[in-house]
């Protein structure tokens, strides 16, 4: 079996995040959409939350499965027996951030990561800018899945 891990906060998923998934799922048996939880850093919505968008954006997709998790990505790919990391990649800057932890997880464990490009029309969508556009007030209609606009 072909299985992938997708990790992020995804504070919140994003078109972007669902695009990679939907074409993740093309590529692979399984994607294991992989919620990472990070204590040092401040989240917008609760563990639950992101992890009840992300589950009702794929209610109707059986190859994908959402977890999550503290520590080590490779760690979670080897109980998870997973052979692959998926990772998206917006730009430039996303690409050589992305390289170095490639590089090290590759140096650590055989996962290869695979990367796939945003499509064009999500390519400028983060997290960041989603919850900057909450933070102000702003319709985040075209930025996120519909499971996210009921919000809590």
Known sequence: MRRAIFPGSFDPITNGHSDIIKRG??????VIVAIGINAEKKYMFSLEERKRFIEETFKDEPKVRVITYQGLTIDLCKKEKADFILRGLR???DFEF?????HTNRSLSQIE????LTAAR????????VRDVLR???DITRLVPEAVMGLK
């Open 122 to 129: 999500t390519s400028y969508i983060s997290s960041s800018i």
């Open 136 to 138: 102000n007030g702003g």
């Open 25 to 30: 799922i093309s590529l692979f048996d399984e």
């Open 91 to 93: 730009n430039p800057a």
């Open 98 to 102: 992305e390289k170095a932890i490639a």
């Open 113 to 116: 990561t695979v990367f796939l």
